[in-house]
């Protein structure tokens, strides 16, 4: 059996005009969007990625462009853009602001989209990605496979330090994924109640449902079992959520 280590760095997108004054999912970055994620790239700075996925939405693709230009060590890495990582279009309500979305689906007796149907699919999206990607991975840095078991030393015992580099740990695989808001919120609730993630001790068991900040992160450690020609997820420890208060923009 041959295993594999990888970090996966979450980070979602930054502020855009629509999702600042509503909900148009497929817009560019506002001013303050593209000054979080100037600052998140600073935070990243000396942080190695060997890969990045991105959705391929016009606000995930800036908030990508300008953390990769920021930091030290992937200028030259490519940006592979994903449509699976795809927050879906959320039909009528789409353009409009946040209470009015509320108001329509209490009237209708309805919860909104993310706790619905969406989120069955938008789950179904994520798995697909999630294994696409690890399938990449395995294939493109097949000289860090593992012989035997490889575990992960367990992160959750001790709250973070609040580094950019928290839970590294020397792994030399590390991905850093860029998403919308909504579609990175179901991950999360994907990780924690579908991969039965367990949550980092020093955290609020709460957060795993709240909705992280613009240019906000998440880190996972991950191991593969690589035996069969399809990677296997086999552990997957969560180091933090939903940071953000330590990039100042």
């Known amino acids: 059996v ?24 497929d817009s560019p970055l506002s001013e303050i969007g593209i000054q979080q994620s100037e600052a998140a790239g600073q935070y990243l700075r000396d942080v190695k990625f060997t890969n990045v996925f991105v959705s391929d939405m016009k606000c995930a693709k800036q908030t990508a462009e300008i953390i990769a230009r920021n930091n030290r060590t992937c200028h030259d890495t490519e940006l592979v853009a994903d449509p699976s990582l795809k927050e879906r279009s959320i039909g009528i309500t789409e353009g409009g602001r946040v209470i009015e979305m509320k108001n329509m689906a209490k009237a209708a007796g309805q919860p909104l989209y993310i706790e619905s149907l969406f989120c069955f699919q938008v789950k179904v999206q994520i798995k697909d990605f999630l294994m696409a990607m690890f399938q990449r991975i395995t294939n493109e840095h097949q000289d860090k496979t ?59 068991p709460s957060q795993r449902y709240s909705i992280c900040p613009s240019t906000g992160m998440c880190r996972f450690l991950i191991t593969l079992k690589c035996s069969n020609p399809d990677p296997a997820l086999s552990d997957v420890k969560c180091v933090f959520i939903n940071r953000r208060d330590r990039i100042k923009a």
């Open 2 to 25: 041959m295993s594999f280590l990888l970090i996966i760095l979450f980070c979602f997108t930054s502020e855009t005009q629509c999702n600042k004054d509503g909900q148009k999912i």
């Open 146 to 204: 593992h012989d035997g078991e490889t575990s992960l030393r367990d992160e959750t015992d001790r709250a973070p330090a609040g580094l950019p580099d928290d839970g590294v740990l020397n792994v030399p695989v590390h991905a850093l994924v860029v998403g919308n808001g909504a579609y990175m919120s179901i991950a999360m609730k994907y990780f924690f109640e579908d991969l039965k993630c367990p949550m980092p001790r020093s955290l609020d």
